[in-house]
């Protein structure tokens, strides 16, 4: 059975302090033994990853610093654990180009098997050995943020995440500096109503007590923390496709859009791609004080688009233009016979009919979204210096 984590990426990320004041050895294997049995109930439930590829730095006592060659290891020993028909690529490994001369020699063998397999995609972070950069490479292709320990790097991971409207999970080991990376983090969501910034779940628990629940206290287990995180995670609201499109009950047009997204759009993107279909029209409770705010802050933060522009609406072209240019991945619809406006007319769509069956009209849809899944944005990024 498909469940909430099947298909999602998970980035775990953080560090162990190298002062040992700051984080002692038993709570730093604590720790360790928390990413072990997390990764290891994640390949059970058909999630993926995001896992950075770098080198192996050490403690004085031996204890490695940061978990991602712990989390490669723990996925591929668990390989034989995942369900029937969980998606590939596993992982995605983040890397530049200096790392493959950076992987650890106790771990050649692991990377040149498991990481030339179907199972491992790689994506570069081109020749940016800064850790801003990759952060943000590895950001792209996450959906879920999970972060323990670690520093500067974490917030700016966390803010990263949270700017895509990804949600961030901060387990507070105490194995780095107070104030800083991830206890800041469980700081800043226990003031106010700041957790809800965080993540948002379909059940009743609220933010700011799941955030208590999952706090690695000294008389729980690492397992039964993974367990915690594990229902948060599975507890989590799905990810946000956001509908643009005509809401004006009294257009001639109204009927045949609202047909299209409620025996179409909607059933296929939450029934198969475990989206939920955001449509913001003012029935919804308030959590801004203008309709427009809220429609360009969820907007703003939605992992896909779908742009329909039957009856040419000036503010679903508003709109659509807002996602192009924030390189959303966007989707766009009409129905058949729409008149395209210049401007959009080169950009494929999707144009829908108002004849043939039901599946007949999803498995159209469907092939759309396969087909442009991996679309470039339409404008790639160009830095000064590449």
Known sequence: MRTPVFGRRIHIAGSVSDNAEHASLEEAQRARKFVECLVKDLMKKGATFVIPVDAEKLRADDTPICFDWLVWQTVKNNMHLRPNGAPTPVAIAVKHHKNEDQIPEQFHDLWDDFGSSDAVRTESAAHWNMNSKRMEAQAKHGDILITVGGGEGILFLANAYHDQGKPVIPVDFKISVLGSGTHRLVEYGQTGSNADRFFKTTDEITSLTWLERITPISRKEPEKIAERVFELLAALVAPVAFAVRLLNSKSPDYDDVQTFFDTVVQPVLEGE??????????????????????IFTRLHRSRLVIADITGVRPNCFIELGYALGRNLHTVVTARESTETPFDVMSYAAHHWKKLGTVEERRREFRMHLESVKSRPPLVAEEPLIP
């Open 273 to 294: 791609y475990g989206y939920s279909l955001v449509v913001i029209d003012g029935i919804q409770a308030v959590e801004h004080s203008r309709i427009d705010e809220a």
